[in-house]
């Protein structure tokens, strides 16, 4: 199992341009969310998904959109992307409420750069 | 609102010594308690949690946590520092908001070893 992998690692952007981040799970996890890591501000939630076609807001969503066709993909998009967006991505999932109180897997995340 | 915090942002510790790393929480209900290891330039690995039962817990890597009520602490413990134990370090609480499974992460602690 590859567990949860994103597209791409790198990019640099430059301000107002656009881009979609992938993040793929083969663990049949019905939840998936979207974090930012900062410098002294530890991990901080974007969107996140309970289920296929389902998105909700995270703690800091303004400048993102997420959609989540496939139960096993949820996708990140930077309409247009700011400096303040430079960061990296980690993308996480886990099994759903049912399934108990589980811990999320992460990705090993997107360094994007927006100049 | 549930909430952790890390006290400290580094911890130094010689190889073969025994190792803290402090967390203390706040939450309205039962806590579940998460830790985390970043090494460098990868993602989170989850390392163990608390859900209930006995207050000290046992994870990877020769890791183990104490979870102790009275004090809202969840304290991560190794007897006896490796060098490659060096990395960043995140305590997080699952939220209790709606069944999501989220989770509140502190803001790390990086832990060095010295040789």
């Known amino acids: 199992n590859a567990g949860v992998t994103q597209t791409p690692k790198f990019r640099v952007l430059k301000t107002g341009q656009s881009m979609t981040l992938l993040c793929a799970q083969d663990m049949n996890h019905e939840y998936m969310y979207w974090y930012r890591q900062d410098p002294g501000m530890g991990l901080r939630l974007i969107h996140y998904s309970v289920g296929e076609g389902t998105t909700a807001k995270g703690e800091v969503p303004d400048g993102y959109n997420v959609s989540r066709l496939k139960k096993q993909n949820f996708l990140l998009g930077l309409e247009s992307a700011a400096p303040s967006q430079t960061s990296v991505y980690f993308c996480a999932s886990s099994f759903g409420q049912d399934r108990g109180y589980n811990e999320q897997f992460f990705g090993p995340g997107t360094r994007l750069t927006v100049l | 609102a549930q909430s952790v915090a890390q006290p400290e942002d580094q911890v130094n510790v010689a190889e073969g010594n025994p190792l803290t790393v402090k967390c203390t929480y706040s939450?309205?209900?039962?806590?579940?308690l998460f830790w985390y290891v970043q090494y460098p330039n990868r993602g989170l690995q989850f390392l163990l949690k608390?859900?209930?039962?006995?207050?000290l817990v046992k994870g990877s890597y020769g890791f183990e946590a104490e979870f102790n009520k009275s004090q809202t602490s969840f304290h991560l413990k190794k007897p006896s520092a490796l060098v490659s134990d060096s990395a960043l370090y995140f305590c997080a609480v699952r939220d209790y908001g709606g069944a999501t499974n989220k989770l509140i992460f502190g803001t790390g602690t990086l832990l060095a070893v010295q040789p």
């Open positions: 939450v309205s209900g039962n806590p579940y």
């Open positions: 608390y859900i209930t039962g006995d207050n």
